[in-house]
């Protein structure tokens, strides 16, 4: 597969190339921010975690040696949205009633509610489902997201998040079919149709 | 063939990870499930559905990183100007084959190197003198090579020629 971004990574690392630089964080911006946004729920926490995704990236680029940047990328920010939620939200870790049995991931990230702004457009299938994937348990929201946000085949997640394909693969089957039950009702999802 | 796994393929699928074989046992199981094929509708709907109109960061945000990065390459640990010579394995190899040149110039060098005084005695190969075949007649040249400086006389004036030659055998040893 092609990845232009190795090829600005190399002239930023060996030249400090500001354009080369520019180019790789242009690359990323959509689908990393999108990814971010979508597990924190908030646009300026959001933005504060791709700026320091960004930071740490830069200041270790000598460790980087591999040829998928864009997971290492969106690793950095997998990481950075797990301390926040620690951050954010200590008296959840204490109350999960699963006694530290589920993913203490699930229990630590944002308000899985719709925000106003989503409330407010009901207008299409994307933002109705974006309100949907909001409400999935977070290693489900994220399989789901690094999926259809930053593309990324499952093979990559499951290396990403350091667990097996079939998990991987497990995890999006469960929030399809939330999805689809959340959505039922609403839309045809094979058409797209108002029902 | 068990749903689960089908279902599970038709996400590979979805993401171009199943491999050939695979993709025709499923194209075989869609042809005879009717719900399987509503399900792999829906699938690929809600993906192609499932992309937010979520742009980017601010600008702000975006400056920052560019200047950030900018003082990182220019002034931060300096890697991304870092000449290759500025590694510490270059630059260990480096002085290496810098230690290797001069050892070998060292030990290369002749062990003597041969000293030309003045002295205005005849100059030349000693031999060409040795060369000579009357003896006699080069017995003047011959002592005239071994006394090099009035205080440094090898012979005495009335040495013999046995004297002599043990003396030139020494003196051409000594450069050798």
Redesign the interface.
Known sequence: MDQPELKWLDA?????D?EA??AL?EHS??PL??FI??MVGNPQE??DI??ET??RA??S??RFKGTKFMSWLFRIAHNLVIDRARKHAPEAELADPTGGEQDPFQTRVADPRPSPADQVHHGD??RR??AA?DRLPPDQREI?LL???ADM???EIAKMLNISI?TA??R??YA?RK??VE?QGEYD????DVR | MKRDKLEQWILMEASGELSQRRRRKLDRALRGDVSLRAWREETLALLRGAHSGIDGPSANTIDAIRTFGAEHAFSGSGHALRSPFLNPAWLAAGVALLLLALGLLFFSRPSSIPQTVDTGAPTGDMSDVLAETTLDDDLDQLYALLTVEEDFTLVEEDATMDELAHELLALEEEQI
């Open positions: 930023y690392r060996k030249r400090g500001p630089l520019h964080v911006r959509r921010y999108a946004h979508r959001a933005d791709f700026q960004w930071f830069i200041r680029l000598d299938l994307a489902i974006a994937v789901f999926r259809t946000e085949p499952f093979k079939n693969l497990a999006m089957q399809l999805l689809r959505l999802l094979s058409t797209g």
